[in-house]
Nanobody
Framework: QVQLVESGGGLVHTGGSLRLSCAAS????????MGWYRQAPGKQRELVAT???????NYVDSVKGRFTISRDNDKNTVYLQMDSLKPEDTAVYYC???????????????WGQGTQVTVSS
């Protein structure tokens, strides 16, 4: 009932930048938390950053000062600006959205399809 479409992944050199986008659509009453997770080969999925409807941001320590999460509430879209990229940032990045559905007003959690980010040394 809620679809997420991600874009913006790719291949960059160390020190480069990428900007990820994730747009949510469907029967949405409200969106509470939007965020990004990542999963590197052979590792568990980890939280990268989240942003609440009020704009409160949270980052994993390894990306603080390099990544910036933002959202456009009118477009139900979340962004992840990634600067000073390192090879250890290489992973599949997944968008995550939590909110309330329209109609029955039930809670929902949706995941994007994932977008590959590769940082070469």
């Amino acid at each position: 009932q809620v679809q997420l479409v991600e874009s913006g992944g790719g291949l960059v050199h160390t020190g480069g930048s990428l900007r990820l986008s994730c747009a949510a659509s469907g029967s949405i009453f409200s969106i509470n938390v939007m965020g990004w997770y990542r999963q590197a080969p052979g590792k568990q999925r980890e939280l990268v950053a989240t942003i609440t409807s009020g704009g409160t941001r949270n980052y994993v320590d390894s990306v603080k000062g390099r990544f910036t999460i933002s959202r456009d509430n009118d477009k139900n879209t979340v962004y992840l600006q990634m600067d000073s990229l390192k090879p250890e940032d290489t992973a599949v990045y997944y968008c995550n959205v939590r909110g309330v559905l329209g109609g029955l007003k039930a809670d929902f959690v949706s995941w994007g399809q994932g977008t590959q980010v590769t940082v070469s040394s």
